[in-house]
């Protein structure tokens, strides 16, 4: 049984942290749903890469003037929901989330652009998109099979300071970089779902909120922050073949998520390597 529970997360703050900090650290938990290779008889909830099926009136996602975007991954709600696997998202209980960005990193090298949430020009670089049920998407990359799992926000992330929690002692820190190296061996990927974003540099919630203010981090950008919530994280992964596979993670965000999906608008996309 994995150790990325409510419960035993509980302890570990309760042996780390004074009763105050514990319990706001601990309220700070959410569920998530760990994305991981599926094995014969596995569910399969999630799959990298292929062709999905979109609705007759849905266009192929593009980049306007530049090129079609890739499918990186796609979740079967509905199965999802049978299982009861939780993303603490107000995801719908049927259809498939369709997560696609632009693949093409010599067109990128060409255009002498980086996708970024701060540059409108860029944003059309990715999409998410929720599609009816449908077949699962042809020839996928990789097969993936949901785990339940709890998260926390990294050390760096507002929400901590929000709550008086500059910094996390070190003996913490050891203590959740264990968990997740017995929880992912062999560098297996954070493919995730909800929850907490695991990011590679700053917290993604940082880059998010650049997509509506500049980049100056100040009270504002942290209120800002604050505001956006990791939907989708597909980490780098050696086993597939795509250009984005061995330079990074990518990261799907919404803000204001908590009873509703975020419109179009209020997605962000960030990569970070």
């Keep these: 049984m994995s150790r990325l529970n409510h419960e035993h997360l509980s302890r570990l703050a309760i042996q780390h942290l004074d ?15 760990q994305l991981r290779a599926a094995r014969p008889g596995d569910p399969v909830v999630a799959r990298l890469g292929g062709t999905p099926q979109l609705p007759d009136e849905q266009a192929w996602p593009d980049w306007p003037g ?49 996708a970024h949430p701060s540059d409108p020009v860029t944003r ?21 099979t949901g785990v339940q799992a709890t998260t926390w926000p990294d050390r760096e992330h507002p929400a901590l300071t929000a709550l008086g929690i500059e910094e996390l002692p070190d003996d913490l820190d050891e203590a959740l970089d264990e968990l997740l190296e017995e929880e992912h061996p062999d560098e297996e990927p954070y493919h995730r779902l909800g929850g907490w974003a695991q ?16 980049a100056t981090y100040d009270e504002a950008h942290d209120a800002e922050a604050l505001r956006w919530r990791p939907l989708l994280q597909v980490d780098a992964d050696a086993s597939v073949d795509t250009s984005w596979s061995d330079l990074g ?6 803000r204001d998520v908590s009873d509703r999906w975020p419109a179009d608008d209020d997605v962000a996309f960030v990569h970070q390597s």
Excluded at 84 to 101: M, N, Q, S
Excluded at 202 to 212: D, K
């Design 249 to 254: 993670c990518l990261y799907w965000l919404g």
């Design 66 to 114: 530049v090129g079609p975007l890739t499918c990186a991954a796609e979740v079967d709600l509905q199965l999802l929901a049978t299982l009861g696997l939780r993303t603490g998202l107000p995801l719908p209980r049927e259809g498939r989330l369709l997560a696609f960005c632009f693949d093409d990193g010599e067109a990128l090298e060409r255009l002498d652009v980086v």
């Design 124 to 144: 059309l670089a990715s999409r998410l998109l929720l599609a009816p049920p449908g077949a699962p998407a042809a020839q996928p990359l990789r097969e993936l």
């Design 19 to 33: 009763p105050a900090t514990a319990t706001s650290w601990t309220a700070l938990l959410r569920p998530a749903v």
């Design 199 to 214: 990011p590679l540099q700053s917290s993604v919630e940082y880059e998010a909120a650049e997509s509506r203010l500049a």
